[in-house]
C-alpha cells in the first residue's frame, strides 16, 4: 500500500492507528528514502503511542504529534504528587505489553516523585475477556486504595467503571482512554465524579475557534471532533512549509525541527532531538454538563451523553518532556 | 470477612448468570441432542431485543417481551433450518449451528452496528440494597440471581410436574411410541429449541444490562458456556447448576489471591529471582490466571471423570 502510494507521488504519510503499523512504516519508509533520496517521504504520525517510536526506533523520517505513554505517565503522576490526598494507588491494567508497560512506568514514576505513595496492589487481566469486574472491585476496595490507575480502554475501562460505581466505591479513576470516542456514553453516569483523563484536548477546552470547526465537523459528518491534534499536525505542516520555502520533505523536516506553536492547551515545540512534539497535556474529569445540572464550564457535552470533560489541571509541556535516548541518522541538510 | 463474603456472593451471582445461560443449552442437547452453537448468539440476541423494546415500552416489558421473540426466532431456526439438516446426521447439525452463529452476529453488526448499546440497569433496580458490613451491595446483582433461581425452579417444575414435560421426556427416550399415542413430536421438538432460545435470551436480558450489550458478547461467554455444560455433564440441568456455581465461586476467589509459584517455592525456602530460568512462569499470579482456570477444570474433567459432575450419558 506505501509502495502503491508513492508510485502516484504521495510525499506525506500521516497515520494513526497502532504502533505496530507505525513500526512498519518507519521501517519501510527509512529503507525507501535511502534508496531514493530525491523522492524522499515524510512520515506524520498523529497517534501510535509506543515511546520506542521517538526512542529505540527513531527516525528523521518520522514525526509524532501526540503525547507517548510514558509522557503521558509523567504528566499523570505530576498531577497526583500534587494531590496530598492520594496515599495508596491501585493499578489495573491488561495482560500485554501495553498493559505492562504501563503499570512500570507508573511505579517507576510515583516512586520517583512521591516515595511516600503507596501501590497498594496490581491486577493483570486478560484484555477484553472480563465481563465480571466485580471481584477486582471488591479487592480493590479491600486494599483501600484511594486512587485508580488503569490503562484499560474499550469494554474493560467501561464495565470496570460501572463494577466501580455499582459496589459504590469511592476511589477515583485515572484513565489514559476515557476521552476516546464512545467512551463517555458507554460508561455514563457511573463515570461522573469518579474518572479522570489525561488528554492533549478537550471541547470544553477549546478556543472559539475551534469550536467554529467542531461544530462544522458535526454538521458534515453527525460525529463529535476528537481529533484536535490532527489540526495541530496540519498547521504545524503548514507553517513548516512556509518556513522552508517549499514542500520537498527534506526542507520541511528540517523546518519542523523546534517548530513551535500555540495550541488550545498552550504552546508546544516539535523536539529536534527525538522528532517528538513536547505538548501540554490536560487533566480532564467527567462531570454533567451544565444542560443536565453540572458545572457552568462543562459547556460541550461529549457525544450526546449528557456528560462532558472539565480540566482539573493543566500540565505545560515540560512537565510531561521526557528525556528521550534517540539518535537518529540525519541526511545532510539541504543547501 | 467482609472482603470473603462480598467475594462469595458476587461468585454465586455470576455463577448463577452462567447457569441461566447454559441451562438452554444443556436442555437442548440432552432433549434433541443437538449441540448448539449457536447458543450464545440468542443469549446476545436477547439483550438486544431487549434493548430495542425498552427504548419505546421500558425495561420490563423487554424482560418479558425480549425472551419470548427469541424463542421465536429459536423454533423459526428449527423449524426451517436444523429440522432440513437433522437428517444429515450430527456434524451437519454442529456445523449448521456454527455457521449461524456468524450469520446472527453479522446480523447483528448490520442492523444496531459495531459499538455498544446504551442499554441500562432501570432506575428501579439501580444502587444498594444492603450492606455487609459497610460495603453496599447492589440490587441489580440480586435480582439476577432471584432470576436465575425462579429459572431454575421453573424449569425442573415444567419437566418433571406438568403434562408437556413428560411427553417431552417420553418424545426423548421413545419418539415412535409418542408418535403412535398422537403427539407431534417434531413439534416438541421446536418447542424445546424454542424453550432453550428463549432461556438464553433471557439471560441475555440480564446479562446486557449489568455488563455490555455489543456484537462482541455472544463470542466472549461462548466457550464457558461449553465448559459449564461439559463440566456438569452433558445435557444434566443439576449438573450445569452446580458447574455454573463452581466456577463462579472459582473464578471469582482466585483472582482475590494473588498467589503464585514464586511465593510457594520461597515458602519452601527456594530463591527464586527474576534470574531463574522460566521466571515469568514462576511469577504468574493466581489472580492473573483466573480467567484460564475454567478451562483447566474442564481438560482435568474429560481426562479423570469425561461424564462429567453428574452426566449419565458417556462421550
Known amino acids: 500500500m506505501l509502495r502503491q502510494a508513492i508510485d502516484r507521488g504521495a510525499r506525506y504519510v500521516v497515520q494513526g492507528q497502532s504502533s505496530a503499523v507505525a513500526a512498519a512504516l518507519i521501517e519501510a519508509i527509512n529503507r525507501h528514502n535511502e534508496r531514493e533520496p530525491a523522492r524522499a517521504v515524510l512520515f506524520l504520525n498523529y497517534a501510535a503511542t509506543d515511546p520506542a517510536l521517538t526512542e529505540a526506533r527513531c527516525s528523521f523520517w518520522h514525526f509524532r504529534f501526540d503525547a507517548h505513554i510514558g509522557m503521558r505517565m509523567e504528566a499523570l503522576t505530576a498531577h497526583l504528587a500534587r494531590d496530598a490526598s492520594v496515599r495508596r494507588v491501585y493499578l489495573v491494567v491488561q495482560d500485554y505489553s501495553f498493559g505492562h508497560e504501563f503499570a512500570r512506568a507508573a511505579r517507576q514514576l510515583l516512586a520517583e516523585r512521591r516515595p511516600d505513595i503507596q501501590v497498594v496492589g496490581e491486577d493483570r487481566h486478560p484484555m477484553g475477556q472480563v465481563r465480571d469486574f466485580a471481584p477486582y472491585i471488591a479487592k480493590i476496595r479491600a486494599a483501600q486504595a484511594d486512587a485508580v490507575l488503569t490503562g484499560n480502554w474499550g469494554n474493560d475501562l467501561n464495565l470496570l467503571v460501572k463494577a466501580a460505581r455499582e459496589a459504590g466505591l469511592q476511589a477515583r479513576f485515572h484513565t489514559f482512554y476515557a476521552g476516546s470516542p464512545g467512551a463517555v456514553p458507554a460508561m455514563g453516569e457511573a463515570a461522573v465524579g ?14 472559539p475557534a475551534t469550536l467554529r470547526a467542531a461544530a462544522r465537523f458535526r454538521d458534515r459528518h453527525g460525529a463529535d471532533y476528537h481529533f484536535a491534534r490532527a489540526a495541530t499536525l496540519m498547521r504545524m505542516l503548514a507553517a513548516a512549509a512556509q518556513r522552508a520555502g517549499s514542500a520537498e520533505p527534506l526542507r520541511v523536516a528540517y523546518a519542523l525541527e523546534g517548530l513551535r506553536i500555540d495550541t488550545d492547551s498552550g504552546e508546544a515545540e516539535m523536539r529536534r532531538l527525538d522528532h517528538q512534539l513536547l505538548l501540554p497535556l490536560l487533566v480532564a474529569g467527567l462531570e454533567r454538563s451544565a444542560a443536565n445540572g453540572g458545572p457552568r464550564e462543562v459547556r460541550m457535552e461529549a457525544e450526546r451523553s449528557g456528560l462532558g470533560w472539565r480540566t482539573l489541571a493543566r500540565l505545560p509541556a515540560y512537565v510531561s518532556a521526557a528525556p528521550t535516548a534517540c539518535r537518529m541518522q540525519r541526511p545532510p541538510p539541504p543547501g | ?71 421465536l426466532v429459536g423454533m423459526a431456526v428449527e423449524r426451517y433450518g436444523l429440522r432440513q439438516v437433522h437428517k444429515h446426521g450430527h ?45 453496599p451491595y447492589p440490587m441489580y446483582r440480586t435480582f439476577m440471581m432471584l432470576v436465575s433461581v425462579a429459572m ?65 458478547m455472544a463470542v466472549s461467554v461462548g466457550p464457558i458456556v461449553f465448559v459449564i455444560v461439559v463440566v456438569g455433564g452433558m445435557g444434566s440441568l443439576a449438573g450445569a447448576f452446580v458447574a455454573s456455581l463452581l466456577i463462579g465461586c472459582l473464578q471469582n476467589f482466585s483472582i482475590s489471591l494473588d498467589w503464585s509459584l514464586a511465593g510457594l517455592f520461597s515458602w519452601f525456602g527456594w530463591m527464586v529471582g527474576p534470574d531463574t530460568p522460566l521466571w515469568s512462569l514462576w511469577n504468574v499470579k493466581l489472580s492473573q490466571a483466573a480467567p484460564v482456570l475454567p478451562y483447566l477444570l474442564m481438560v482435568l474433567m474429560l481426562i479423570f471423570r469425561p461424564k462429567g459432575l453428574m452426566g449419565t450419558r458417556e462421550g
Open chain 2, 1 to 71: 470477612m467482609e472482603f470473603f463474603l462480598v467475594q462469595l456472593l458476587n461468585g454465586i451471582s455470576y455463577g448463577l448468570l452462567l447457569f441461566m445461560l447454559s441451562s438452554g443449552l444443556t436442555i437442548v442437547f440432552s432433549l434433541m441432542g443437538v449441540l448448539n452453537f449457536a447458543h450464545a448468539s440468542f443469549y446476545m440476541l436477547g439483550a438486544y431485543f431487549a434493548y430495542q423494546v425498552s427504548t419505546v415500552l421500558g425495561f420490563w416489558a423487554g424482560l418479558v417481551v425480549a425472551p419470548l421473540l427469541v424463542g
Open chain 2, 152 to 216: 431454575l425452579v421453573s424449569i425442573w417444575l415444567a419437566l418433571t410436574r406438568t403434562r408437556i414435560g413428560l411427553v417431552i421426556q417420553a418424545a426423548l427416550s421413545h419418539p415412535e411410541t409418542v408418535e403412535a399415542l398422537g403427539h407431534n413430536v417434531p413439534r416438541v421438538f421446536m418447542l424445546v429449541f424454542g424453550g432453550g432460545a428463549a432461556l438464553a435470551g433471557l439471560a441475555g436480558v440480564i446479562g446486557g444490562a449489568a455488563f455490555v450489550t455489543d456484537p462482541g
Open chain 1, 194 to 207: 469518579r474518572v479522570s483523563d489525561i488528554t492533549d484536548w478537550h471541547a470544553n477546552a477549546a478556543s
Open chain 2, 91 to 135: 456434524v451437519a447439525e454442529l456445523l449448521f449451528t456454527f455457521g449461524l452463529a456468524y450469520l446472527i452476529e453479522e446480523a447483528v453488526h448490520l442492523i444496531w452496528g459495531r459499538s455498544a448499546l446504551e442499554y441500562r440497569v432501570p432506575p428501579e433496580l439501580d444502587g444498594p440494597i444492603f450492606q455487609i458490613m459497610g460495603s
